[in-house]
């Protein structure tokens, strides 16, 4: 019970303003599924911020996806903005997402850029395919 008022109350990592019960929760606990490929980026970002390496590994297009994923502990994800996307809505089979997402290694502040490329799986589910540094 005590880490469920937890996750209440939490609010989720994602941009969304919403808690992250209500908000990213529902798809790492596989309760629903992103229905777009903005929302399958940004719960992603969650899941790398929470190291939830089997939400990650399930969500990578299966011809892209690592045998396994490594974490550098001394990261801390702050906060994840959107710069752009084209296509991934939910009629769509693929799309694109370009972001930056803000993160601290011991006291320096730092981004990371990417446009990230989408499709849609055998289950028409959002996976992630890969994605352009820029």
């Known amino acids: 019970m005590l880490l ?3 996750i209440n109350s939490e609010s989720c990592l994602c941009g969304s303003d919403q808690d992250y019960q209500h908000c ?3 798809f790492h606990n596989e309760d629903s599924y992103p229905e ?4 399958l980026m940004r719960s992603r970002y969650v899941a790398y911020a929470k190291q939830l390496t089997p939400y990650l590994l399930k ?3 299966s011809a892209e996806r690592p045998d396994s994923l490594t974490f550098d502990k001394g ?9 752009g996307k084209k296509k991934g809505r939910k009629k769509d089979r693929e799309g694109w997402v370009a972001f930056t997402a803000f993160y601290k ?3 320096e502040n730092r981004q990371l850029r990417e446009k990230s490329f989408f499709s ?5 589910h959002w996976c992630y395919v890969n994605g352009t540094f820029f």
Do not use: P
Request: with cysteine.
């Open 59 to 61: 969500t990578w297009h």
């Open 105 to 107: 290694i011991k006291f």
């Open 75 to 83: 990261v801390v994800w702050t906060k994840l903005m959107i710069d």
């Open 24 to 26: 990213c929760f529902l």
């Open 120 to 124: 849609r799986d055998e289950n028409n």
């Open 4 to 6: 469920q008022n937890k």
């Open 36 to 39: 777009t490929a903005e929302q």
